[in-house]
């Protein structure tokens, strides 16, 4: 008997960073989707799930929309973004801050993730997100390095990455 092939599924993400009160901060939330289990509460940045055929930048501005209320106006990596249209396929090409895969647990994610500027106030809480916040990133770079069990997983590398800090 042959098993039906799982694919990975691709993902966005947002690294948001704005100065508040003088100090620089990202945007951070919690972790509230349906049926996610003990990755409830766990903290993130804005992400989601690319649909068929759409945008990865369109992918990105939705799920930052939906899941902060906050409105992109930068997405670096997209100004270079090349499209072509040959034989009927249009393909984009760009580069984005990072690539994460998850190799096991949950459920397999291709997740990219940009840096972007935004405008607007976050949401405090929304169907899948809670205590939206901005974090300083000093606070930040101390609570992955103390507590990386709080990030989702996804998450934890491209963090640390933006934030200089070393991989153990």
Not at 47 to 52: H, I, L, M, N, T
Not at 143 to 162: A, C, G, K, Q, T
Request: hydrophobic share 40%; proline share 5%.
């Amino acid at each position: 008997m042959i098993l039906p092939e799982t694919f990975a599924i691709p993902c966005v993400g947002a690294i948001i960073a704005r100065q508040v009160g003088g100090v620089r901060c990202l945007l951070i939330q919690e972790r509230l989707k349906p049926g996610a289990g003990i990755e409830n509460g766990m903290l993130e940045v804005a992400a989601g799930k690319v649909r068929e055929y759409e945008n990865v930048f369109a992918a990105l501005r939705r799920e930052v929309g939906e899941e902060t209320g906050l409105r992109l106006t930068r997405i670096a990596g997209e100004n270079t973004a090349i499209t072509r249209t040959v034989n009927g396929y249009a393909v984009m090409s760009y580069t984005p801050f990072c690539i994460t895969q998850n190799l096991s647990g949950g459920y397999s994610i291709i997740l990219h993730t940009f840096i972007c500027e935004a405008e607007g106030e976050p949401l405090t809480q929304t169907d899948e997100t809670r205590h939206l916040r901005w974090l300083p990133l000093a606070e930040c770079r101390q609570r992955l390095r103390d507590r990386p069990e709080d990030f989702y997983p996804l998450h934890i590398n491209v963090l640390s990455l933006y934030l200089g800090q070393e991989q153990p």
